[in-house]
């Protein structure tokens, strides 16, 4: 089975900077979209970013210019790098992957950004 696991989450200070990875077990990694979403204490999921199987990128209004999101099929890792990080950024990261019919989850990876 594929399985997703999510790194790179911490502590940082208002206006620092993450990079998560997000890790695919699995050999068809180049053929899944990809991305990340992330859920707040009592808050809903909601979408951070993603990126199709040919590099194609889509981010929410609440990230542009901030975050960036990119692949490298090689080492079967997608990246998500985080800017000017804002305490409305705390949450749980997770990584997404799906192709028809196909959509899995890692275990998310938390990031708390203290004002």
């Known amino acids: 089975q594929v399985q997703l696991v999510e790194s790179g989450g911490g502590l940082v200070q208002a206006g620092g900077s993450l990079r998560l990875s997000c890790a695919d077990s699995?050999?068809?990694?180049?053929?899944?979209?990809m991305g990340w979403f992330r859920q707040a204490p009592g808050k809903e999921r909601e979408f951070v970013a993603a990126?199709?199987?040919?590099?194609?990128?889509r981010y929410a209004d609440s990230v542009k210019g901030r975050f960036t999101i990119s692949r490298d099929n090689a080492k079967n890792t997608v990246y998500l790098q985080m800017n000017s990080l804002k305490p409305e950024d705390t949450a749980v990261y997770y990584c997404?992957?799906?192709?028809?019919?196909?959509?899995?989850w890692g275990k998310g990876t938390l990031v708390t950004v203290s004002s």
């Open positions: 699995g050999r068809i990694f180049s053929l899944y979209d």
């Open positions: 997404n992957g799906y192709r028809f019919p196909e959509n899995y």
């Open positions: 990126i199709t199987w040919n590099a194609a990128t």
